[in-house]
């Protein structure tokens, strides 16, 4: 199978949807002579021109309303935002407009948006650039949130979300965006809401999702070889629709859990994923569930204090050692 | 508007003939002035009868209407003579104050009372209220909650439009509070550098909640289209006539050059921002009086059209009484239909748990 980038393995999800549909729309900041602030969208403006392929102003308010608005007239806008952490800026378009126009209007407007682009810390530019909101998206019944963690799973996955009839978060990653992965040539979609194992062990769950699974497989590897620990490691690919099914087996096989995420603890991801597993799985549990987040601080600027703020694989390991204990 | 024709009440034909005159007004047959004429009517029965039921007990002595309730009174003439231009292409989208724009683009009065009042049989099934009223099928887009947040959307049903290669435009509508949300002003911006056949309405009837004009807004409100380029223009919004013959130009404009624009409606509400609001802090009972008195756009156009020998002052009442029964009639409806039920709650959530024959998705979507 062909290796290619995770930025190329989006780009070509894009251009195959522009492809089968001529309602498929690309806007965003710099997506088109520009070629993408992340080279995303390399070479979609030559290919598809400037009506399907639109440079916006920074205006995300607009923008992001804007293709919300015409999404209700059945074009089927994917967004760009530069970085999720702009999402604060059209937080009224996203959560307000987007999220509840279909049950304000009793079922009546379909709001099929993707609004797609980076979230994530790790590359030394603040707090303000450094944000990872599917904890405050999906909390928002009428939205479903994507965070793929491989070039194979973003590509499948983001077809999916841009033939979805309800609005899709999409939420990538800048320092995985030069990832390789193998991915067909063939087309291929992933369901939303499918998690997937990625590693299968014994001893310990990793209930995980984006650059953190990257980071478990990275530790499971080291607890394999250094301490004889088999880890089980699942990519949740989706936090709204989430696939509990998967989480659960999951658990019942292993009995211990240990959650990683790249969010502040409070009110994360894992903070559902640890209620969730209590209530269904109480009498599988061995130990309490252990969870390993960003340290509950804004993103640190200092890179090499930054690494040690997100999770990491000496981190995750130290977590997963504990619970073991 | 009284039920008879009062000496308190100095009935003239609009100020300025001349709009009369206008082509898209002198086309117009007697049947359709009479129309335009019974739709403002409608409205303000309407209005009328809500603050009746707001204000009033059901007959278990609980409230017929929760949350707020913004009236339209006063300003009809602004959504009876816009939507009346509207053609197979053209889409509207309002904020709050959205009941006037609903009844003007044909929405049956009882689904809108039964939404007022929460029950199953609204035109949101319930779940929008008075803010939230849709009718995608007349090509009305709601009904917004949030000052300016349905400005981008607006921009968005143009470009929708446009880039389905449809002749026709969006009236985005907004009241005078909205122009300083910076969403307005991003929508603004795309609508000019993509010449998008989107017209900004801003209905101005003086005041932003309790805040007049001239304590919230700098400048002139239309004039800021100039900033971005844009065409503008102001008219008179007692007067239906001046009303579609402002917009029919720029409407037009919209339609043939794709172009979009501002345009200020001068109006007036006789009721507080909401109808819980107390409306004596911020303007004078007098002021109030005196609109009614003498601005009044239901009267204005019966004046006009009494002096056009269009139809005759019974005629008017018996559209007036006829839009009273309406009313009653869909209050009537709305008491007596059923509330949603506590499993309706979590439907209309997805389009996919709606349809679920047709989900690809797997996994849950629901958290309780």
Known sequence: MPLIEYREAIRNALAEELTRDPNVVVMGEEVGQFQGAYKVTKGLLEKFGPTRIAD????????????????????????????????????????????????MSGGQINCP????????????????????????????????????STAYDAKGLLKSAIRDNDPVFFLENTILYGEKGEVP??????????????????????????????????????LAKEHDISVEVVDLRTIRPLDIDTVLASVRKTHRVLVVEEQKPFCGVGAQ????????AFDDLDAPIARLCTIDAPAIYSPPVEAEQLPNPQRILKAALALLD | M????????????????????????????????????????????????????????????????????????????????????????????????????AIAVGMDTKALMAELYGKVTGCSKGKGGSMHFFAPARNYWGGHGIVGGQIPLGVGLAYGVKYKGNKGSAMAFMGDGAVNQGAVHEAYNLAALWNLPCIFVIENNGYSMGTSQARSSAGELAKRAEGYGMAWGMCDGHDVYEVRATMDKFIRRAHEESKPAVVEIRTYRYRGHSVADPDN???????????????????????????????????????????????????????????????DIQKDVYWESDNPTERKSEGRLFFN
């Open chain 2, 281 to 343: 802090t911020y303007r004078t009972k007098t002021e109030i009086e005196d609109y009614r008195r003498t601005k009044d756009p239901i009267q204005v156009f019966q004046a006009t059209l009494l002096a056009e020998d269009v139809f005759t002052a019974e005629a008017a009442e018996q559209i007036d009484e006829a839009a009273r029964a309406e009313a009653e009639a869909a209050a009537e409806f709305a008491d007596a239909s059923p509330y949603p039920t506590v499993e």
């Open chain 1, 113 to 148: 948006i993707v609004i797609r682009g980076p979230a994530n810390g790790g590359t030394n530019v603040g707090a303000t650039h450094s944000h990872t909101p599917e904890n405050i998206l999906a909390a928002h019944p009428g939205v479903k949130v994507v965070v793929p």
């Open chain 2, 2 to 101: 009284s039920k008879k024709p009062s000496a308190t009440i100095e009935q003239k034909p609009a100020a300025n003939a001349a709009h009369g005159q206008a082509p898209v007004n002198a086309s117009l047959s007697k049947g359709q002035k009479i129309e335009l004429f019974r739709q403002m009517v409608r409205i303000r029965r309407f209005e009328e009868r809500s603050h009746r039921a707001y204000t009033g007990k059901n007959a278990n002595g609980g409230s017929n209407i929760g949350g707020f309730l913004h009236l339209y009174n006063g300003q009809e003439a602004i959504a009876v003579g816009c939507c009346s231009l509207m053609g197979a292409h053209d889409h509207v989208i309002t904020a709050y104050r959205d009941h006037g724009h």
């Open chain 1, 56 to 103: 916006t102003p920074i205006s995300e308010a607009g923008f992001i309303g804007m293709g919300i608005g015409a999404s209700m007239l059945g074009v089927r806008p994917v967004m760009e935002l530069m970085f999720w952490s702009f999402y604060s800026v059209a937080f009224d378009q996203i959560l307000n407009n987007a999220a509840n126009v279909r049950y």
């Open chain 1, 185 to 222: 040539d063939e087309e291929y979609v992933i369901p939303l809401g499918k998690a997937d194992v990625k590693r299968e062990g014994r001893d310990l769950t990793i209930v995980t999702y984006g650059r953190p699974v990257i980071q478990s497989l990275a530790a499971a590897e080291l």
């Open chain 1, 273 to 280: 994923l640890t209620y969730m597993i209590q209530a269904e």
